[in-house]
Structure formats: structure tokens, C-alpha cells
């Protein structure tokens, strides 16, 4: 009865969703640094502003939380279900080549542009299954609030500013991983270490080393300056190594005899190190290959990639290779390398299954980063989450996504955090199928189109059978 007005509407609206999600889209909102009453900087501060305006525009009471979070509210009835979205996104990084990162463009069924996928689609997805619920009078007596948050990709401090002050709702879910049903979100390890060593200067030499954006993306490029070699032996050797790891590298004379490496790869999550081919990684390999001048720095990166060879997405030779049924397998990405001749500083991003501990993952990795000269300056690492698949509540979303998609529902694992990660009855849920990759936090990031509408069409189901 309800569902064939729930898809008019949301079918009937589809120009407009975009137009908003592209809106959004247009700014550039990676964190920067704070500034008074901008706690993330000018463009989180732009893109929660302009959503809560948008918001506020389709009749919705708004509230905002010191810039921090924006809330959009259903009605005045009591608070049962909350929409965990996010407003920042990754750095735009390079190798975009079917649009500009902040020009978003729709090609062949797909809205490309950075946030399209992570969060500013889903999230408008979740406006318009708000809107549908709202101007299609269905009935609801309880309150759906939708949480924009500015802080999801470098930490959460603004959903923790928010639950200073707000409790949770009884039921959240976050448009921010795939359907059907994430319960399991594993752990993670964000591992920074660093080593000393004595500067040299004889030649062939490393003078720097710089990769990576993020903990949490695997590096698309990374580069490199080295001295006292010629060209053609270094292209040879570019020629092995990139047979061997299957990263790109590209070799110009600099001046003096300096030559810059330019490793080009492929990004990806660093949930999903697999799917990308690691720049870091490849370049090391590479450097392996040629006829340093022995010194301390040589001989620390050769340690280095012995602890994380190329393709070593698992943990394996850190000793750390585990998984288990629920969760599945750790994964790790090396994500983070600055080299200079005194000193290095690197992080990896490791996501741990729910078998995982500090004790045998931890500990593990600083044993065997200390013994081999690197010291570690993790002290912690974040637990694992898991929501029972046999709740009410994940059973509804379950239901609603068999009824409007025709596929069988299911609950899974992820090794991508999102915000409900500490919350007692929260998952993710959305807004992607499961078979689909949306580059998130890598070049050319795009959203399906058909696959955030049909989201739209979900959520609206869900906030109807839940809020009655």
C-alpha cells in the first residue's frame, strides 16, 4: 500500500536529490585546520551549513551543534530511530580522470565526485527518504533524527562532541558501508612508528622519501629522490620491480644527479588494501633493488620491507595473520612513509577481526617492530563492534531490503569503521549493494545512482516501520 507512494516520490524527485547531493558535492570539505566557531575548517563548516539550510528549506526542524554536527528532526515525537551520516570527506589525492574530485558529473548511471559515495549521497539519500515520509503523510508517531556529522574520516571527535550532550537513540543505523546489514565492523590498529639513524653522505644515496595521504587510504603515488645513479641502470631496474609489483614508475633528472621516483599504483580503503595496488610498497621494493651506499637508513628501509613486503595485505610477516568465521580476515595496509637522512616515520592501518586482541595483535607487532630496530608508539587499539542479526531492528532493515530490492538479506562483516562503531544498537546499513565498488577515498569515487535511490526508497520504509 505505502511502498508504491514511497517509489513515486522518491522516482518523482530523482533531479532534485541529485541536483543536492552535486551541491554538496561542489564543496571541498576535508578537514583543515580549526578556527573560531569552524571547528574543521572552512568547508566542513560550508557543507553542514548548506545541508541544514537544505534541510530547513523542506520543512524540517534543524539544530546545530557548534558547528560540530547538524541534526534534522521528523517530528516533536519521542527520539527511536537515528540516521548516522557525515559531511567531510578524504582528500581529493590524484589520478581522477572522469571529472575533477569537486566538479561532480552523472556518466553512464553513475554520480562521480568526491563524497558522492562517502557520505553526501547516502546522506542526502536519507533527507529524501526523511522528505517522503514527511510530504507523503505516512503515519508515524516517533521521532527520526538525521545526524550530520563534519569529523567521521579523521577521528569522530564531532559525534563525540554531539554524545556529550545527546543520548543515543534506542536504534541507529549509518548509510555509510553496503547492504544489506553490517553488524560486524572489526577493530583496528593504526600503528605509528619511527627509527633514528646516523646521516651519510656517501653516494649512491636516498636523499627523501614521501608517501601516503591518510592512515586510512593505500597509497595511489609515492615518491622519491635519489643521487649518483644513472638513468638507464635506474630504469632497468624501475622495469623489474614493476614487473614483479605491478606499480608504475616514472624516472626525471632533477639537476646534480638527482633523479625523482614517481611510483604510481592504485588507492583504495585502507579496509580493502586487496583492491588497490600499494605505491608504498612498490616503491620500497624498488629501492631495495638498487646499489645504496651502505648506511643506516639503507638498512632500515630493507628492514622495513621485510616487516611489510608488497602484497602482504594480512599481516604475515608481522606475525599478525589471523581471522575468524563472523569477521573474517585482518587486513593491513601500509599507508604512510616520510623518509629523510636522519630519521623515518610510517603508519600502517591494520583492521582486526573480532578475535583480535592486544594481546596476541598489539603486542605481537611491538615485539617485532622493536627487535628489528623501529619503535612503536601505538599504546592502544579500537575494539571490535557486533550487533546481534537477531534483533527486531536489524531484522525490519533486513525485511525492507528484501522487499524493495528482490534480493536476499543478510547481515556481514567490514573492516571500514564507521560512526556507529561504539553505539550499543547501531549498524551499518547502505547505501551501496554489495557487489559494488565505489573507489571510495580513491580517484574517480562515484555513486550509483539507481542504488541511492532505491536506498531513498529503503530508508523511508524503515523509518515508517520503525517510528509508528
Known sequence: MYREKIEAYIDGHRQEMLDDICTLCRIDSEKMAGKEGKPFGEGPYLALTKALSMAEAYGFAVSNYDNFVGTVDLNDGERTLDILAHLDVVPAGEGWTVTEPF?????????????????????????????????????VTKNCRLILGTDEECGSSDIAHYYDVEPE???????????????????????????????SEALPRLKALDAGIKANVVPGKAKALVEGFKMDALRTLADEAKKETGVAFELAAEGSGTIRITAVGKGAHASTPEEGVNALTG???LLDKL?????????????????????????????????????????????????DAESLEGTFDSRCPICSNEENTLAVVKKNMETNGFTLHTKSMTPSHH????????????????????????????????YVHSLKNGVAFGAAMPETDNKMHGADEFAVIDELLVSAKIFA????????
Do not use: W
Open 283 to 285: 616503491l620500497l621494493t
Open 461 to 468: 520504509q524503515v523509518i515508517m516501520d520503525l517510528c509508528k
Open 103 to 139: 566538479v561532480p558529473v552523472e556518466k553512464d548511471g553513475k554520480l562521480y565526485g568526491r563524497g558522492t559515495a562517502d557520505d553526501k549521497g547516502p546522506a542526502v539519500a536519507a533527507l529524501y527518504a526523511m522528505r517522503a515520509v514527511k510530504e507523503l503523510g505516512l503515519p
Open 387 to 418: 550487533v546481534s542479526g537477531d534483533t527486531v531492528f536489524v531484522k525490519t532493515l533486513l525485511d525492507a531490503y528484501e522487499r524493495y530490492t528482490g534480493r536476499k538479506g543478510g547481515c556481514r562483516a567490514m573492516g571500514g569503521g564507521t
Open 169 to 199: 537513540a534506542p536504534m541507529t543505523f549509518s548509510p555509510d558501508g553496503a547492504f544489506p546489514v553490517v553488524n560486524v565492523e572489526k577493530g583496528r590498529l593504526e600503528a605509528h612508528f619511527t627509527r633514528h639513524f646516523s646521516p
Open 291 to 339: 646499489p645504496f651506499a651502505p648506511c643506516g637508513q639503507v638498512q632500515a628501509l630493507k628492514e622495513l620491507l621485510e616487516l611489510i613486503p608488497h602484497g602482504d595485505t594480512c599481516g604475515k610477516m608481522l606475525k599478525i595473520k589471523m581471522a575468524d568465521a563472523l569477521s573474517g580476515s585482518l587486513t593491513l595496509a601500509f599507508s604512510l612513509l616520510r623518509v
